[in-house]
């Protein structure tokens, strides 16, 4: 006996049991995650299913895609995730459209934006994007300029191009 009450054992019996150890610990592991990341992804595919039923697009959509992350060999999350992208997608450009009937501009650009980070094969939501981003962009009238850059402005037109 040491004097921590246990039993003396060579290091060498000691070292070999924790190494044993490790390795039983690693050979349990993937599969304990393996099982872990199945039963989440079962567990989101049903929460996007309920999603689903009361057509809440975008939590269907965000938990298949989560559900695929999850479990990847899953072609149930897969499938379910292509199938309800185009309606998510669809609401956000109901969203958008609405926001323009109300002439608010950077909201329906959220909402366009958003259709197509969902669906990038939406080619109504690049459209309508684009025709936002134009508007927006456009300069505003000219502002009056000061007699001394107007002088700048004639002085920078009358000098000739190179030869």
Same mark, same amino acid.
């Given at each position: 006996m040491?004097?921590?009450?246990?039993?003396a054992?060579?290091?060498?019996? +000691?070292?070999?049991a =924790?190494?044993?150890?490790?390795?039983? %610990?690693?050979?349990?592991?993937p599969?304990?995650?393996?099982?872990?990341?199945?039963?989440?992804?079962?567990? /989101? =595919?049903?929460?996007?299913?309920?999603?689903? $039923?009361?057509?809440?697009w975008?939590?269907?959509?965000?938990?298949?895609?989560?559900?695929?992350a999850?479990?990847?060999?899953d072609?149930r999350?897969?499938? %379910?995730?292509?199938?309800?992208?185009? $309606?998510a997608?669809?609401?956000?450009m109901?969203?958008?459209?609405q +926001? @323009?009937?109300?002439?608010?501009d950077?909201?329906? @650009?959220t909402e366009?934006m958003?259709? %197509?980070?969902?669906?990038?094969?939406?080619e109504?939501?690049?459209q309508? =994007?684009?025709?936002?981003r *134009?508007? @927006?962009? *456009?300069?505003?009238?000219q502002?009056? /300029?000061?007699?001394?850059q107007? @002088? $700048?402005? $004639?002085?920078?037109a009358? =000098?000739g191009?190179?030869?």
């Amino acid at each position: 006996m040491n004097r921590n009450g246990f039993p003396a054992t060579p290091r060498s019996t +000691f070292w070999i049991a =924790i190494l044993f150890s490790f390795i039983l %610990a690693g050979l349990a592991s993937p599969s304990a995650y393996g099982q872990y990341s199945k039963s989440a992804a079962n567990r /989101l =595919i049903k929460q996007g299913q309920a999603a689903e $039923q009361r057509e809440d697009w975008d939590t269907a959509y965000n938990d298949y895609v989560k559900a695929a992350a999850r479990n990847p060999k899953d072609l149930r999350a897969r499938e %379910a995730m292509f199938r309800v992208r185009s $309606q998510a997608s669809a609401s956000h450009m109901a969203k958008g459209y609405q +926001f @323009l009937r109300q002439g608010d501009d950077q909201g329906a @650009l959220t909402e366009f934006m958003h259709a %197509a980070e969902i669906d990038p094969t939406n080619e109504s939501a690049g459209q309508e =994007i684009a025709v936002i981003r *134009q508007r @927006l962009n *456009q300069a505003p009238a000219q502002p009056e /300029l000061s007699p001394e850059q107007v @002088l $700048q402005q $004639q002085e920078m037109a009358s =000098i000739g191009s190179p030869v």
